[in-house]
């Protein structure tokens, strides 16, 4: 039963963060269109700069997660290319449990307020009065919440060399 819920958990995850791969099409976009809207219309070009922005939070809230999921993040790992695979998967099991679990776990409780403030109010951007600040603030509570449970299946999944 474990190993089902295991197994649901981790697709679950893995679809969410692949429907954010899709968002660096439209960061792009709006990054590109920044600088003819500004020079040759004189307008839209602050309003895709924001939407750019809170797309972008999104994008790395995701994103982040992602690359952890596919151990392709930036990683010291000189020396531990020395250690058996075994070694390198308790290294990074502790890791998860005593580093990213922790962080997440602070990063979400200490943020909780702001975030819940932040979107019943539905912040806007402070230079712009633009809507949407609320969603990069909420990102990073996004991006807490998916590296903890990243983590925590890390942690509870059985090794990649033992059969479930």
């Not at 005593?98 to 602070?106: D, G, K």
């Not at 806007?124 to 925590?152: D, K, M």
Request: net charge positive; glycine share 2%.
């Amino acid at each position: 039963m474990s190993d089902r819920w295991l197994d649901w958990a981790d697709r679950a995850l893995a679809a969410i963060l692949g429907c954010g791969r899709f968002l660096v099409l439209p960061v792009s976009l709006l990054l590109l269109l920044q600088w003819p809207l500004r020079e040759w219309l004189h307008a839209y070009s602050v309003e895709a700069n924001d939407l750019a922005q809170w797309l972008f939070a999104l994008y790395v809230s995701l994103a982040l997660t992602e690359a952890t999921r596919h151990r392709s993040h930036l990683a010291a790992d000189s020396f531990a290319r020395r250690y058996a695979p075994a070694t390198r998967q308790r290294i990074a099991r502790a890791a998860g449990l005593l580093c990213l679990v922790p962080w997440s776990l602070f990063i979400l409780v200490m943020s909780w307020s702001s975030v819940v403030q932040s979107v019943a109010q539905l912040e806007r951007f402070p230079e712009t009065y633009n809507p949407g600040y609320f969603i990069i603030r909420t990102s990073t509570w996004l991006l807490a919440l998916l590296v903890l449970l990243q983590a925590l299946l890390d942690s509870v999944r059985p090794p990649a060399d033992t059969p479930r």
